[in-house]
């Protein structure tokens, strides 16, 4: 497994700022993925972020809202820009150590936007 | 194509009984199929996967049941817990340009009573 911590653990925004949300892994990995799980719901991969090369961004989101980075293999940045109250949601970020199919999760982010 | 339908919505167990949730997939190329345990104001924590070469796989009070025909799999917990309580996602995933995406179903929240 893989021990994945994230900052902020929550977080209250006013509606147009943006959030950084970070996500440190204990050991390097290839692949990592952020999802979004909105109130009660399944989650959704918003990109995948692999070290080295740009983010690919899933149907329905943008780089231009969610820009991403991943200066190295053990660290990666999601950042909520221009937020909304439809963008009010837990944001969680999860590594695939190996290129294989275990993917591990962090605790996630739960933002609010009022 | 790309949906895992996932039922029921809610199940509720008396302690000692066997909690039952299913998941349906359209996609043959999926070729892994995990299932993942959600606790409130948590991460999902991978609980067991299994692959379409192999129709059961057991670990502890969890077993998975896969049948590749109907393009369905099942989570069963034996001897259901309190501590059991959580929400259930099951989930399918293929190799999709050398990245392992998944797609997760719409979960089942389980509550089991003491």
């Known amino acids: 497994s893989a021990v994945i911590s994230q900052k902020p653990s929550r977080d209250i925004c006013q509606r147009g700022t943006s959030l950084t949300i970070q996500c440190q892994v204990d050991?390097?990995?290839?692949?990592m993925f952020w999802y979004r799980q909105q109130p009660g719901q399944s989650l959704t991969l918003i990109a995948t972020?692999?070290?080295?090369?740009?983010?690919?961004?899933e149907s329905g989101f943008v780089i231009d809202k969610f820009p991403i980075s991943r200066p190295n293999l053990t660290f990666s940045t999601l950042t909520v820009s221009n937020m909304s109250p439809e963008d009010s949601s837990i944001y969680l970020c999860?590594?695939?150590?190996?290129?294989?199919?275990?993917?591990?999760f962090g605790p996630g982010t739960r933002l609010t936007v009022l | 194509q790309q949906q895992v339908k996932q039922s029921p919505q809610s199940l509720i167990v008396q302690k000692g009984g066997i909690s039952i949730i299913n998941c349906a997939y359209e996609?043959?190329?999926?070729?892994?199929f995990p299932w993942y345990q959600q606790f409130p104001g948590k991460g999902p924590a991978l609980l067991i996967a299994?692959?379409?070469?192999?129709s059961e796989k057991k670990e502890g009070r969890f077993t998975i049941s896969f049948n590749k025909s109907a393009k369905q799999f099942s989570l069963h917990i034996m001897d259901s817990q309190p501590g059991d309580s959580a929400t259930y996602f099951c989930?399918?995933?293929?190799?999709?340009?050398?990245?392992?995406?998944?797609?997760f179903g719409t979960g089942t929240r389980l509550k089991v009573l003491a």
């Open positions: 999860s590594v695939d150590r190996d290129r294989g199919h275990e993917q591990f």
């Open positions: 050991s390097q990995v290839t692949m």
């Open positions: 972020a692999n070290q080295g090369s740009e983010a690919t961004y």
């Open positions: 996609n043959t190329a999926f070729d892994y």
């Open positions: 299994i692959r379409p070469d192999v």
């Open positions: 989930a399918a995933s293929s190799d999709t340009s050398g990245t392992y995406k998944y797609i």
